[in-house]
């Protein structure tokens, strides 16, 4: 699809300026001012445009627990919520550990041609926190393995993971809990998992991506392991940054107000990589059964636009690179930025608009969310995927 998108202020990791972006077949080819081609056109004025989202963890559920959300519903909420590409977890039913798994999201994610989704495979098989074999038939459509939503408790079977992954090539996301320890201190069951996985990675070479960072010690365990390799990223979550005593049942726990500060901290000044959603939609019910997680896609940009922009911490170009950039480049993948020759993936965005979060305007089907009634700035008006328009709520062309 050709589209023209005037007038707005376009930001990326590195661009800030008022002007125009021009998407031919899918690309963007050009940017800049008073460009005209004649084809769809979207006055953007009073909007900011900026490269759509793309989320490094999400739980779209599908296949086994649909009741909680599928791959359609995932795929309108992340557009809903400005993202184009995400990252699903394995912990489905059956588990992603073989790729007949990765073809059934991925054929069905074609069919809906919504949004790009990367299905991560299982560290273990089947979460058994063992067996390794199956990562032997995987093909290059698989970046990512990771047991998210349970820690890898034994050492051997992590040191022998990211011997295989850095072999293979592949990033292991590690969700970090000692699950003996965590029913005492789920501080020291995160940092302790934590330092052996920092460990383990510098000794293998493997690539490591740290789940939902939440301590402020895990954050300075990183901030110390960066200076040494560079095989090493990490995430943040929109609920870890804004949020802090509050007893909301997530996995890892919302912390200490210190916790968040060393988050924030650790986001002005390049410890943290990414912001990640960790959207786990659950029905009421499992919720009330003690499900943990929090529907997050449709939230994500608002809570990090107000907690960390409109707070003078960190920049709009440096929240599009956490978002967007940071991630794209983990995935490696061509989107994430302005630039030509990447996916004409845009979000137009309402940085002044002030809302108060509805979990009942959420399309997720997980209304979960510690954000509802939250008053909060910037909202998504419109995501463009491959120059096509996905979501859109409330621009005129
Ligand atoms: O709160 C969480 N929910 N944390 C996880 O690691 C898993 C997730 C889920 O799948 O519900």
Do not use: W
């Amino acid at each position: 699809m050709d589209i023209l998108i005037k007038n707005c202020r376009v930001v990326d990791e590195t661009k800030d300026f008022v002007g125009d972006i021009y998407i031919k077949e899918g690309e963007i080819t050009h940017y800049g001012k008073d460009l005209n081609y004649p084809c769809l056109t979207i006055d953007a004025t009073n909007l900011v445009a900026m490269p759509a989202f793309i989320d490094t963890h999400a739980h779209f559920r599908e296949p086994g627990f649909t009741y909680k959300e599928d791959i359609y519903t995932g795929s309108l909420a992340a557009l809903k919520g400005g993202y184009t590409l995400v990252n699903l977890m394995a912990n489905t039913n059956p588990v992603s550990s073989t790729l007949e798994v990765v073809d059934y999201v991925l054929n069905r994610s074609k069919e809906l041609d919504l949004i790009d989704i990367h299905q991560t495979i299982s560290i273990t098989k089947d979460f058994d926190g063992k067996t390794l074999e199956h990562l032997d038939y995987l093909d290059s459509r698989v970046k990512f393995i990771s047991d998210d939503g349970k820690g890898i408790q034994s050492n051997l079977t992590m040191y022998q993971a990211m011997k295989k992954a850095k072999e293979k090539g592949l990033t292991i996301i590690a969700h970090e809990e000692d699950e003996e320890i965590v029913y005492i201190n789920t501080r020291l069951s995160e940092n302790l998992m934590t330092l052996r996985d920092i460990y383990l990675s510098k000794i293998t070479g493997a690539s490591l991506h740290l789940a939902h960072v939440s301590t402020k010690e895990s954050i300075e365990f990183i901030r110390k392991a960066k200076k040494e390799v560079s095989n090493l990223t990490c995430e943040a979550t929109p609920h870890h940054i804004a949020l802090y005593d509050l007893d909301y049942n997530v996995n890892p726990p919302i912390r200490k107000r210190e916790d968040v500060l060393a988050i924030v901290e650790g986001i002005k000044y390049g410890i943290v990589d990414v912001i990640a959603t960790d959207h786990a939609p659950h029905s009421i019910e499992d919720k009330e059964a003690g499900a943990p997680g929090i529907s997050g896609l449709e939230t994500a940009f608002s809570i990090c636009y107000t907690n960390l922009v409109r707070t003078g911490d960190i920049s709009l170009n440096r929240l599009s690179q956490l978002m967007s950039a940071a991630p794209g480049r983990l995935m490696g993948i061509n989107k994430g930025k302005i630039k030509a020759g990447y996916d004409g993936d845009i979000v137009l965005l309402d940085l002044d608009k002030e809302f108060r979060i509805d979990k009942n305007d959420f399309i997720s089907k997980g209304k979960n969310t510690p954000f509802n009634g939250m008053k909060v700035y910037g909202q998504v008006v419109a995501t463009i995927r491959k120059g096509e328009i996905k979501y859109n709520g409330g621009i005129n062309y």
